[in-house]
């Protein structure tokens, strides 16, 4: 059941008087997920339903598809034409009142709402703004079931990468010498065994491959070659739709040794991973909040700093809940900078990447904030390479 309620004390948190939801064919997957409509379900004729934080929502139908919100609660406003359409929503709307919907110029990923159907919304008189803070506070936050789904996937996560190291390192004894492709089979079984779930098969990148942060294992996949580094980027969440993901990098090098280039950038890179946990503890700890975009830009000047800004290609993290990439704070000054804030509830990947034309590192850990404190799920971060 879509808690109204939830909805209703986010729209008051951020200060603003409602939140619109419109869709047509099922293109705004987020006003779906968000009300809880099925996507079996019929949607060939607009709907919209509006959230007033001070009266009750509004429920906004064609006559051939009346029914198709009748889960949720609300005055229903019956329509069969354009015009009808549009005066129903300017009898709607209030323009003093300032309404979210589902766009951002910043956050792309929530902008659902078609740029035609905002310029009509506000030619009916309706004053909009971005629901991107909304969209954090009702499904971007995880509450107590959550944590307990993301730190049991995060903790199978890292038994999964040492177990798939250990296979590794006795498979380099032997011939023929694995690929990464078969890397990547040995994962997933792993997840099959574990009861996990994901969207898209683990990254397994060795030698120059892991200079691509998002590399994709064509066939078997490249050879493991001794003394090459190795990227692993697993996520996965428990089977079940309302499962929290956990994502985890690992590096490590395919000797005995680390070659000292490998070492110093994997130096910098916990660095600035612990940086960015650092400055989050401290935030909350002197109660003065924190953006995902000035954490990033922090991190992003460490690594500057020591001589790597050039080979940075990616943000420092990404919100993670029921999707790898969810829709609460990404650490980000750059791609999509996010200037949102770290609540409690919030959780996130940072995963602080440096990318040579020779070989690349990343080091990824889950963050979530929990009666205040950044608590890192799943087990212990990685400090140094794994070697054989």
Request: hydrophobic residues 40%; negative net charge; proline residues 4%.
């Amino acid at each position: 059941m879509v808690d109204i309620g939830k909805a209703k004390r986010a729209i008051g948190e951020e200060k603003l008087s409602g939140w619109l939801f419109f869709n047509l064919h099922h293109r705004d997957s987020l006003s779906d997920r968000i009300l809880e409509i099925p996507g079996e379900s019929h949607n060939s004729r607009p709907w919209l339903y509006l959230i007033r934080r001070e009266s009750e929502p509004v429920i906004v139908v064609h006559g051939v598809e009346a029914g198709v919100l009748d889960h949720l609660p609300g005055e229903k406003k019956v329509y069969s034409s354009r015009s009808s359409f549009l005066e129903i929503l300017r009898e709607l709307a209030r323009g003093e009142e300032v309404t979210a919907a589902q766009f951002s110029s910043q956050v792309p990923f929530i902008s659902f709402l078609d740029h035609g159907t905002a310029r009509v919304l506000s030619e009916c008189g309706f004053n909009l703004t971005s629901s991107d803070n909304l969209v954090q506070r009702f499904i971007g936050l995880l509450d107590k079931s959550a944590i307990e789904s993301h730190e049991k996937a995060a903790t199978k996560l890292y038994a999964i990468v040492q177990e798939t190291w250990d296979r590794i390192r006795n498979s380099m004894k032997k011939n023929p010498l694995p690929c990464e492709g078969n890397v990547q089979h040995w994962i997933l079984e792993l997840f099959q065994r574990e009861g996990l779930y994901s969207d898209f098969p683990p990254l397994v990148a060795v030698g120059k491959n892991t200079s691509n942060p998002h590399y994709l294992v064509r066939g078997e996949g490249d050879k493991l070659e001794a003394g090459a580094v190795l990227q692993l980027d697993i996520w996965a969440r428990l089977k079940g739709q309302d499962s929290v993901y956990g994502d985890i990098s690992w590096g490590g090098v395919l000797a005995c040794n680390v070659p000292e280039e490998a070492a110093v950038v994997f130096d910098t890179l916990i660095t600035a991973r612990e940086l960015a946990v650092a400055i989050i503890a401290q935030a909350f700890k002197s109660k003065k909040p924190v953006s995902g975009f000035e954490v990033d830009q922090r991190v992003r000047s460490l690594i500057a700093e020591r001589g790597y800004g050039e080979f940075l290609l990616h943000r420092t993290g990404h919100a993670i809940d029921t999707e790898v990439h969810g829709y609460g704070v990404n650490i980000d000054s750059v791609e999509f900078p996010d200037a949102r804030l770290i609540l409690e509830g919030s959780c996130f990947s940072i995963e602080p990447g440096i990318y040579t034309a020779d070989f690349g590192l990343r080091t990824e850990i889950n963050v979530y904030i929990k009666n205040s404190k950044a608590v890192i799920s799943g087990g212990a971060p990685q400090q140094r390479l794994l070697i054989l």
